[in-house]
């Protein structure tokens, strides 16, 4: 069966310090991958998705990145977190099987920025 | 953009009673997914129904679509504890298999005990 790991689960970080979270997919071949950013309370915002190692698409301009090195590892990254960084990040995998697959999700990581 | 939109933001009932929450949408969809969220964890996907179905079951959830309104319930019977979580609907556009899901606010759902 498919799994989806995601680290670290919280993370405190000050302002101007680099991020790098790491989500990894088990079970599947190229499976489409997303990270999103829900701030409390609210609903998810699609940050970057992924249909291929390599292939990044962008949804939000901001001072993140994401890479895609292997088929089933997707990375989320800055060089220097702002305050309003802090969130719930959350990975996400779906199949490229067929029209518009349901989406799986990781348990997400708390960032909180000081 | 497209957008979905649940409705109410908030919903507390008893055990027991039946919970709805609504979806509305801007532009035609391929499908509409809902999602359930406990506190501090990641998103289940909970049922999907394509936009040439009218209704769809799964154990104690019933999702309907109208897609001349734009909109979905979802429908929770007999309500247990369990449940409380937030609910959030999510729709695709066009017909590939890569398009973004868009996601709504969500409904927070209470069930007292």
């Known amino acids: 069966s498919q799994t989806i790991h995601q680290w670290p689960a919280t993370l405190v970080q000050p302002v101007g310090s680099p991020l790098s979270l790491e989500c990894t997919v088990e079970?599947?071949?190229?499976?489409?991958l997303y990270w999103y950013r829900q701030a409390a309370g609210r609903g998810l915002q699609l940050l970057f998705y992924?249909?291929?190692?390599?292939?990044i698409s962008s949804e939000v301009p901001q001072n993140l990145s994401a890479s895609r090195p292997q088929d089933r590892q997707f990375i989320l990254s800055s060089k220097k977190l702002l305050l309003s960084d802090s969130g719930f990040y959350l990975c996400?995998?779906?199949?490229?099987?067929?029209?518009?697959?349901?989406?799986?999700f990781g348990d997400g990581t708390r960032l909180s920025i000081l | 953009s497209q957008q979905g939109e649940e409705d109410p933001q908030a919903l507390s009932i008893q055990e027991g009673e039946n919970a709805t929450m609504n979806c509305s949408y801007k532009t035609s969809i391929n499908n509409l997914q809902w999602y359930r969220q406990n506190s501090g964890r990641g998103l289940v996907h909970l049922i999907l129904?394509?936009?040439?179905?009218r209704e769809k079951h799964s154990g104690r959830l019933r999702v309907t679509l109208d897609t001349s309104k734009k909109s979905s319930s979802l429908l929770i019977t007999a309500s247990r504890a369990a449940d409380t979580a937030s609910y959030f609907c999510?729709?695709?556009?066009?017909?590939?298999?890569?398009?973004?899901?868009?996601f709504g606010k969500g409904t927070r759902l209470s069930v007292i005990a």
């Open positions: 079970g599947t071949s190229n499976p489409n």
């Open positions: 999510a729709t695709a556009l066009g017909n590939s298999g890569n398009t973004p899901l868009v």
């Open positions: 992924s249909v291929g190692i390599g292939q």
């Open positions: 129904i394509r936009s040439n179905e």
């Open positions: 996400a995998w779906s199949s490229v099987i067929g029209i518009n697959q349901p989406q799986h």
